[in-house]
């Protein structure tokens, strides 16, 4: 079992930065895939992006060039820095763990997630 716990969420003005956190437990945390998905209202789970074990990283379209995917396996921990926010990332994040998976931006092939943290951009 993976125990997932998201915390930096917050309200933010358009244009605004927030870092999200993601503190890991329970298995190597260096040996997951870890991805960051999105939710707002009326509106399915959304990949926002992920990053494997080796390090390597893929966003989707509507983050690339604003969002940033780290980890740091000494601290079991993945971050998803955010920069130049909108309104349109007003959601709530989930933060998702797998074994291993060549298809990360499907919700589908993560076997542990977060409980969420909201992020709230005004325009």
């Known amino acids: 079992q993976v125990q997932l716990v998201e915390s930096g969420g917050a309200l933010v003005q358009a244009g605004g930065s927030l870092r999200l956190s993601c503190a890991a437990s329970g298995r190597t945390f260096s040996s997951l895939t870890m991805a960051w998905f999105r939710q707002a209202p009326g509106k399915e789970r959304e990949f926002a992006a992920t990053?494997?074990?080796?390090?390597?990283?893929y966003y989707a379209d509507s983050v690339k060039g604003r969002f940033t995917i780290s980890r740091d396996n000494a601290k079991n921990t993945v971050y998803l820095q955010m920069n130049s926010l909108k309104p349109e990332d007003t959601a709530v994040y989930y933060c998702?763990?797998?074994?291993?998976?060549?298809?990360?931006?499907?919700?589908?092939?993560?076997?542990?997630w977060g409980q969420g943290t909201q992020v709230t951009v005004s325009s």
């Open positions: 990053i494997w074990t080796g390090g390597n990283t």
């Open positions: 998702a763990a797998t074994i291993a998976t060549m298809q990360p931006t499907r919700p589908s092939q993560y076997h542990y």
